[in-house]
């Protein structure tokens, strides 16, 4: 064998090693990708059903309160009364934003998943690699992840006002 096959041999066996390792690097970016996606969708589906089972749970609980002083003749204290139901709106807000949150966290799940996917995957260093597609789908998914996050903070935001406003009724007197 020549120097010049044996230069040829190396050279071989060095870009056989480099797509070895790009398939490596992809498998890796891929597997790393998917992961989180599912660990993040999953965190986020209990955030999001425990808001909506707070706020969901509260508002029923101030119907069967209310609906309660009725049955018994006791809700004749209109003021303490109006304050205790207009609470309802704030909890009815907190089930309206952690539904929105839901669907938001779909769409920023789902836009982060084609960034991932878009990006240039090459037999080259660097082996996975950012591109005009990736980067926009990069931007849209962070727009939306923040607004998904802002909602969900608004729902709990929603819980505490409503909860702040029957701790007043209740508090400015009896309701009865």
Same mark, same amino acid.
């Given at each position: 064998m020549?120097?010049?096959d044996?230069?040829?041999?190396?050279?071989?066996?060095?870009?056989?090693?480099?797509?070895?390792?790009?398939?490596?690097?992809?498998?890796?970016?891929?597997?790393?990708?998917?992961?989180?996606?599912?660990?993040?969708?999953?965190?986020g589906?209990?955030?999001?059903?425990?808001?909506?089972?707070?706020?969901?749970?509260?508002?029923?609980?101030?119907?069967?309160?209310?609906?309660?002083?009725?049955?018994?003749?006791?809700?004749?204290?209109?003021?303490?009364?109006?304050?205790?139901?207009?609470?309802?709106?704030?909890?009815?807000?907190?089930?309206?934003?952690?539904? *929105?949150?839901?669907?938001?966290?779909?769409? *920023?799940?789902?836009?982060?998943?084609?960034?991932m996917?878009?990006?240039?995957?090459?037999?080259?260093?660097?082996?996975?690699?950012?591109?005009?597609?990736?980067?926009?789908?990069?931007?849209?998914?962070?727009?939306?992840?923040l607004?998904?996050?802002?909602?969900?903070?608004?729902?709990?935001?929603?819980?505490?006002?409503?909860?702040?406003?029957?701790?007043?009724?209740?508090?400015?007197?009896?309701?009865?």
């Amino acid at each position: 064998m020549t120097q010049r096959d044996n230069l040829a041999e190396e050279r071989k066996s060095e870009i056989e090693s480099d797509r070895t390792a790009a398939y490596r690097i992809h498998d890796i970016n891929l597997n790393f990708a998917q992961n989180t996606n599912n660990s993040t969708a999953e965190a986020g589906r209990s955030s999001l059903k425990a808001l909506l089972l707070i706020n969901g749970g509260a508002a029923i609980t101030i119907l069967a309160f209310v609906g309660n002083l009725f049955d018994r003749g006791e809700g004749t204290n209109t003021a303490r009364l109006l304050d205790l139901i207009l609470s309802l709106q704030w909890f009815g807000w907190g089930v309206a934003l952690s539904t *929105a949150a839901a669907g938001l966290t779909y769409f *920023a799940n789902y836009t982060g998943t084609l960034r991932m996917l878009t990006q240039t995957f090459s037999l080259e260093a660097p082996y996975v690699s950012a591109n005009k597609a990736s980067n926009r789908w990069k931007w849209v998914s962070l727009v939306i992840t923040l607004f998904a996050m802002a909602t969900s903070i608004a729902s709990l935001v929603a819980f505490l006002i409503g909860m702040a406003r029957v701790r007043d009724a209740i508090l400015a007197g009896p309701i009865g």
